[in-house]
């Protein structure tokens, strides 16, 4: 079985960069700007083995419980981590600097695919189209300044009966507080509102001392 001393050797090289936060199973690119990007190692079913899983969220989602919002394992050159490999401490370096890294690097609001957006130009990133529920889109247009597409997508989750327990807290803060502000065009307060809501998920995921505030997209558009 996989042991928490395992993990904490095979991450152990990672603990001393800058550009990297290790914090039990994971790895998160620092510093922080709108999006969490990183990897965790998962346990698998054999005693020998784990997966490496790649993650990312929006860091301003008001109702996101962990900063892990898509997660998916990735098999590197078909391999399979085994613990008993001679060198695994080498080949998993490898992979992270070769494959891994690379691939989350270039993630941002602006790479994530949306389908209004035109056919990005550059090899496919992996989760580049990670945010693919409704009020996943319905954020990643409002940080973009797109608040045409992000009414539209708001105005699907009107459709959605209230009270659910899960839903519930997603609907009130984009429904009840966001939309009005889309609405009226608001640009000053929508913006101030996603500052808002990602303080307060960096400091419920216990992040804010790997965060940069930085401007949202919308906050460098021309005002209208």
């Given at each position: 079985?996989?042991?928490?001393?395992?993990?904490?050797?095979?991450?152990?090289?990672?603990?001393?960069?800058?550009?990297?936060?290790?914090?039990?199973?994971?790895?998160?690119?620092?510093?922080?700007?709108?999006?969490?990007?990183?990897?965790?190692?998962?346990?698998?079913?054999?005693?020998?083995?784990?997966?490496?899983?790649?993650?990312?969220?929006?860091?301003?989602?008001?109702?996101?419980?962990?900063?892990?919002?898509?997660?998916?394992?990735?098999?590197?050159?078909?391999?399979?981590?085994?613990?008993?490999?001679?060198?695994?401490?080498?080949?998993?370096?490898?992979?992270?600097?070769?494959?891994?890294?690379?691939?989350?690097?270039?993630?941002?609001?602006?790479?994530?695919?949306?389908?209004?957006?035109?056919?990005?130009?550059?090899?496919?990133?992996?989760?580049?189209?990670?945010f693919e529920l409704v009020h996943m889109k319905a954020l990643l247009h409002t940080a973009r300044g797109d608040f045409k597409a992000a009414a539209a997508s708001?105005?699907?989750?009107?459709?959605?009966?209230?009270?659910?327990?899960?839903?519930?807290?997603?609907?009130?803060?984009?429904?009840?507080?966001?939309?009005?502000?889309?609405?009226?065009?608001?640009?000053?307060?929508?913006?101030?509102?996603?500052h808002d809501w990602e303080a307060d998920s960096i400091g419920r995921w216990e992040l804010s001392a790997h965060h940069e505030r930085t401007p949202f997209p919308?906050?460098?558009?021309?005002?209208?």
């Amino acid at each position: 079985m996989t042991t928490r001393r395992q993990i904490d050797e095979l991450l152990r090289p990672y603990r001393q960069r800058k550009d990297l936060h290790v914090r039990g199973h994971e790895i998160y690119l620092v510093p922080i700007h709108h999006v969490t990007r990183g990897l965790r190692i998962y346990r698998t079913g054999e005693a020998d083995r784990f997966d490496i899983a790649l993650f990312v969220g929006l860091s301003f989602d008001p109702a996101l419980g962990s900063p892990r919002a898509v997660s998916q394992v990735f098999r590197y050159e078909n391999w399979l981590a085994r613990w008993t490999e001679p060198n695994l401490q080498q080949h998993f370096e490898r992979i992270i600097r070769e494959y891994v890294l690379p691939s989350l690097r270039p993630l941002n609001l602006a790479t994530f695919a949306i389908e209004q957006d035109p056919p990005r130009q550059g090899p496919e990133l992996p989760l580049e189209d990670a945010f693919e529920l409704v009020h996943m889109k319905a954020l990643l247009h409002t940080a973009r300044g797109d608040f045409k597409a992000a009414a539209a997508s708001l105005e699907v989750l009107t459709e959605i009966p209230r009270g659910h327990r899960v839903m519930e807290p997603v609907l009130s803060a984009l429904l009840d507080h966001l939309r009005p502000l889309i609405l009226a065009n608001d640009r000053t307060a929508v913006a101030a509102m996603l500052h808002d809501w990602e303080a307060d998920s960096i400091g419920r995921w216990e992040l804010s001392a790997h965060h940069e505030r930085t401007p949202f997209p919308l906050e460098l558009q021309p005002q209208p």
